[in-house]
Each structure stands twice: as structure tokens, then as C-alpha cells.
């Protein structure tokens, strides 16, 4: 029999492809095939809200190969992901490829392992339309927000901006973050600091003031400060009390979408999007020596934390033989999935527990290899034992008032051993205590107050903003990337460094929306929204019907508005920087174009001038030793030229590095983009100079490599390639010292013999 399966990417369906054998044939859509149209709104409201579908635009022909696939074969397996998003796709196919339900097997896989793709081609089940019809309504929900709130906004503001249902309330979250720090007004405290020395041994520490035997007391001015630090220095100091006690620290639960996001951005800076964008990677299969393509985690969009227990067993196996019994909980542990959580799948956790990152890490890329082990160390701590602290808390007494000294010591590690969670705080360490006792004098050798201020609540970044939306029920797993993406695209949301700032243009949207669509900013509202998507998801309330709820307040808020907005445009306040004009003197502010955003003078349109907004880079221009600016083309491509361009012409596709070179001592630089690329050197003059076709760049071939290629590979009827790999060993001192740098790109003959590789350029 001819079986087809349909996925939606390749690596995904070469990795099943291989679990499966010859008697299955294995085709990815590469993404949806049927959407929305783009022109119109394609939605009938006077038709219970009927939906227009349409081919996506340039997948006709994906589309045509996959009826002709189905129509060869005698079972059709749709096997998109595990989700609404999957479930609605494998629904499209149905209807483009015209299945009859007997036809159309709907098959998922929480994970991509032998095992799990093989029982779950035995166990396939009719498409749920009740997943279909929640992503429906978040899909049609979506359009009519977007469709017909976005052209108002381009009337009042700016063309081309747009809104949306959950972009609108992350951008709010931050914008009222921000109002919270205009407003907020610094308090005055003082803390005080003593250095206490024993009298009748050796050892001193520090402790700080905290209050008298009552319990804690706030210092709010100089003057009482003042009047602590005057009564303790003319009493004696003795030991109040010491303290001792034992604590356990468990560890967290394994990752769920919204906590691998939040940890990976803690850690590595990395973006959501990159997250999941890697995690999808993992999921679906990664070649590995020794076993081929192999699925490395199970489905990574999921707020679920159960786990199998297949997968406990395997994991209390793996404790128990690296770190032994004492490592090991009597019993597996097990968490609590939040009320408004979806339990279709597990938490996300690595599929094969022995594949440690250590022993796989040659066959990853560096941010695969952060991500699962990140993945992986979570899972395994997790079921392991609680790390055990000594604590000791000393209070010294002077003149009634208390200095307390606290200490913890680590006295079983547990899981630490393995994993320690980040924090969005790093928490101060204190110095180990000396051993004294109840009643024991102590004298004061130093005593210092300081005065402080209360400091405004912080910035959001991508990690407390997704912890807040998931706390606010705002969106679901599958939406936390792509809404902090598009509110950045939008440019309401500036990233700098890892804080999410507003921009003016993102503060008049959400006031205006705030004014005018109190339901769709509304946190609250946004909430329950989801929570009666989940309602169609377990089919309790039909998808139209909750259209027709939303639709019916959202049309008089929007006549309304436009009523209202009728006359003139609201005006985008300029984002003034420090830079000044260096034509007439008048402060730059940030404009935004077609380019993005640059640097204009406020004294337009009596003065044009106009800059590219730059970063300064590390390191010093190789020609000229001026500094370095990171710049962007126009295509938005990020590039390092000097900045005494056009007088010096350094320019370079490559990274500057803090490095420099041991033997010209100009800046190293190293191939940009994503890994721990090697530094190198490229002063054309300098013994270390590394040539271009040596950097490892995906390079055109010349003409003459080429016809040497075809030469070299006479017996081959297939035509030499058009593009190939640049060399990416470096150049030793010694060998470029024989060769001197050759500008033109060339290419050894044996580096022309391997035609057909298969990498893809980065």
C-alpha cells in the first residue's frame, strides 16, 4: 500500500521519513497553505461570519504536488504539530486535497523518537474540529481587529501601522510600566554598617543595623541615623542571639514555553523568537554521529509540566547511575499544571536522557547547544533532591538597637549539582561567620551609615514580560514570540540592551486605544478572551457565537471612534537625543522612514540634514585608528565602517573584537553572526592577515573554479554548482608568510572536488 505523511517542514519530514522506512513517502508544506486573503477582509458578518480561504500565494505548486501524492496513495497522513495552529493545518489540507474523514489520519507526535512515531502511526484519529474552530476564532478575531482598527490608526497617526488583539496589551504593559517610572517619587532611607571584632579571640565580621527587639526599623533621615550611630558608639557591643537552622531548596519545575523562554533570555540574552526558533530545531531533528537525524526534545509550545512515566523512569535510572541513590528522591516528583493550562502534551524535556550535551555537543551549533542543555539540565534536576543550606543569623546588641549578620553555607547540593535557575536579581553573597556564642563581647572597630534612595520599578525585559503576560493569562504559549516580535517590528517597543522601552509612537497608539477601545487594551478582558477560546478549544461554546459577542461591542467602539477622529491627525511627539547638528546646531531627534529609524534635525524643513543612527563597536579601524560604528545598510543588513567614513573607506561585513592582533596590534575581527566564531586578523599587511575566501563565507565561484570543477568531476554528468563553501581552516603565520593575501577570490583545485555539499549558507 502507498501511505503518505505530510508534515510541515523538511527536517521534520526527513527525520519521520527515516523512523518510518521506503513503504512511506514523506512531504513537508513548508508552513501553511491556505490563509486569509490579503486584499480583503474575508469575513462575512452578515453570514454567521463565514470564511473566505485562500492558496497562499506561491504554494500552488506545493499544493499541486501534494494532490497528486494524494491521489497515488491509499491512506493520507496528516502529521503537522501537536497544537491549534497544527491541528488547523492538517484541517486546510483536508479541504485542498479533498480527503474524506476516512481518508484524512491525524497523527501527532509529542516527541520525534522511533518509538513514538511508530505508535503513533498505529493509533491515527479524525481531525478535532473543536481545536480547529478555537483557531479559527483566534485566526478571524485577529483579522477583524487588524483589518479594520489599523486604517483608522494610519488616518489619526502614521500609515502602515497596525493592531492587534495581544500586541496591543503587551505594548500597554510596557507603556504603563513607564508611566510608573515618570511618576514615581524616590523616598529617602539610610542604612548603617558596623565592623564588630570578638574580644576574647581572633575573627571579626560585618553586620547591619536592623532595628531593636521589637522587630525592624526604618531609618528615613540623616538625624536619625545619626542618633543610632552616636548611641552605639559610646555602648558596648555583646552577642544577642545566634541562630542556626537547616533549609531546603527544591527544584523547579521542568520547562514550559513561557519559563525556557524566560531562562534562555536570563542567561544568554537570547531573543523569544530565537528561543523557540532553535527549540523548533531541536524538536524536529538534528543529525548526530552515530545515530543519524534524531528528534533531541519533545513539542516545545506547551504549559503543561507532566511528565511520562517512561520518561521519569528513564531519568531516575540516568540520577541514580551518575550521581548515586543519594541524589535520588524515594519517589518520582511530579507538578502541578496551572488550572488554565492545556495537558495534550508533556513539559518540555529532552527524548533521549543519555544524549547529555557533553556527548553530542561536535554535532551542534553553539546556541542548540546552550538551549538543550539548558533543556536537558532543568528535566534532570527536577527529579532530583532538594539542596540543603546551613543558615546562621548572629544579632549584635549596643544601646537596644540590633545589627544582624546572616551566612548560608551550602551542606548538600542536590540538584544544584546539575542546574541552578537564573534570577532577574543577583542576590548578595555574605562572608562566612565566626563561631561565637550567646552573651560574648564584641567591640566596634568601624561604623558607617549611607544614605539611599528607593529606586523606580525596573524596565520590563523579554523574560518579566512574558512571565506578566502569562501571569495576566494574555496570550498562550504559541504567542509570546511572535506578539514581543511584532510590537518590536512595530517599533512601539524599543529594545535597549535587555530593556523594553516605549517609544512616543508606541505611547500615543496605546493612549489612544485606552480612549477609544477600553476592551481591546483592557487586560482583563484580553484574559478572558483566551479563556473562551479555551471554551471552543474543549467545545463547550461555538466558535461563532463568541465572534458574535466580541463583534457586537467592538463595531460601537469603532463607529464611535471614527466619529469622533474625524478631523486631524495626532501628532507623533520627535524622540529628542543628545546629538546636535553639525549644520546648524539644532538638536537631531529620531525619525522613522521606509529604512527605518534615523537621526533628522529638528530645524526641518529649514535644515535636511540627516544621519544613520549608529552604536560605537569595540575596537579601532584597522586603516586609520578611529573608532568603529556599527551601522546598517539600507536593506537592513547589519555592517562596521569608520567614522571618519567617507575620508577613510574602512569598511567590513565582519565583527571588530576587544582582541587584538600579537603581531600588527590592530583590532581582531571575527565573522558576525550567531557563535563563538575564532577571531582573526585583517590587515592586508600583517603576517596573521586571513583572506576572505578563508573566513568561512558561503562565496560565488569564479569562472575559471568552476570550469575546473567540472573537469576535476569528468565522470559526473551533473554540472558544477554555482555557489560553493569558502575554506574555513584558518591560515597559520607560517603559511601566509609564503603566500602573500591575494584580493581576488581564488580556490585551490582540491577545494574544488567537493561540489555537492549540502550545507545551507548562514
Sequence with gaps: MSKLVIVESPAKAKTIGKYLGNDYVVKATMGHLRDLPKSVLGVDFDNNFAVEYKAIEGKQDMIKTLKAEAKKADEVYLATDPDREGEAISWHLKELLKLSDAQAKRVTFNEITPKV??????????????????????????????????PLLWKKIRSGL????????????????????RAFQPEEYWEIDAQLDRVNAVGSFAASFYGNEKGRVALTDQAQAQAVVDAVQSAP??????????????????????????DASRKFNMTAKRVMAIAQQLYE?????????????????????????????????????????????????RFKTKGNAQDAHEAIRPSHVELTPDLIRDNLSADQLKVYRLIWARFVACQMEPAIYD??????????????????QIKFPGFTAIYEEAQDETEKTSSPLPDLKQGEPLTLSAVEPSQHFTQPPARYNEATLIRAMEERGIGRPSTYAPTISTIQDREYVLREGKALRP??????????????????????????????????????KKWQQLLAEF???????????????????????????????????????????????FLACQNYPECKNTKPITTEAPGACPTCGAKILKRKSRNGYTYYGCEKNPTCPFMSWDAPTNEICGDCQKTLFKKSGKGNNKPFCVNEQCISFLPPEKRGY??????????????????????????????????????????PAAKKTTTKKPAAKKPATKKKAT
Aim: charged share 30%; glycine share 6%; with cysteine.
Design 391 to 408: 543558615t546562621l543569623t548572629i544579632d549584635s546588641i549596643s544601646a537596644g538597637w540590633l545589627f544582624r549578620a546572616n551566612h548560608t
Design 698 to 739: 558561503y562565496i560565488k565561484m569564479t569562472a575559471d573554479v568552476g570550469e575546473a570543477a567540472e573537469k576535476s568531476d569528468a565522470k559526473s554528468t551533473k554540472k558544477a554548482p554555482a555557489k560553493m563553501w569558502a575554506d574555513k581552516k584558518t591560515t597559520t603565520k607560517k603559511a601566509a608568510a609564503k603566500k
Design 117 to 150: 512515531v511508530q505508535e503513533s502511526m498505529q493509533h491515527p484519529r479524525a481531525i478535532d474540529i473543536d481545536l480547529v474552530d478555537a483557531q479559527q476564532a483566534r485566526r478571524v478575531l485577529d483579522r477583524i481587529v487588524g483589518y479594520q482598527l489599523s
Design 551 to 597: 463583534y457586537a461591542a467592538f463595531s460601537k467602539d469603532l463607529a464611535v471612534a471614527t466619529e469622533s477622529l474625524k478631523e486631524g491627525r495626532i501628532k507623533v511627539p520627535d524622540e529628542v537625543t543628545d546629538f546636535v547638528c553639525d549644520l546648524c546646531g539644532h538638536p537631531m531627534v529620531i525619525k522613522s522612514g521606509r529604512f527605518g529609524r
Design 162 to 181: 497596525s493592531a492587534g488583539r495581544v500586541q496591543s496589551v503587551a505594548t500597554r504593559l510596557v507603556v504603563d510600566r513607564e508611566e510608573e517610572i
Design 285 to 333: 531533528g538534528v543529525d548526530l554521529k552515530d545515530h543519524g537525524l534524531t528528534g533531541l526534545i519533545t513539542y516545545m509550545r506547551t504549559d503543561s509540566l507532566r511528565l511520562s512515566d517512561e520518561a521519569l523512569s528513564e531519568v531516575r535510572d540516568y540520577i541514580g547511575q551518575r550521581f548515586g541513590n543519594g541524589y535520588l528522591p524515594a519517589a518520582p516528583r
Design 237 to 262: 557591643f555583646s552577642v544577642h542571639n545566634v541562630k542556626r537552622s537547616e533549609k531546603k531548596r527544591n527544584p523547579a519545575p521542568p520547562f514550559i514555553t513561557s519559563t525556557l523562554q524566560q
Design 503 to 540: 517609544t512616543p509612537l508606541g505611547e500615543v497608539v496605546t493612549n489612544l486605544m485606552k480612549d477609544k477601545f477600553t476592551d481591546i487594551i483592557d487586560i482583563e478582558f484580553s484574559a478572558k478572551m483566551e479563556s473562551s477560546l479555551d471554551e471552543v478549544e474543549a467545545g463547550k
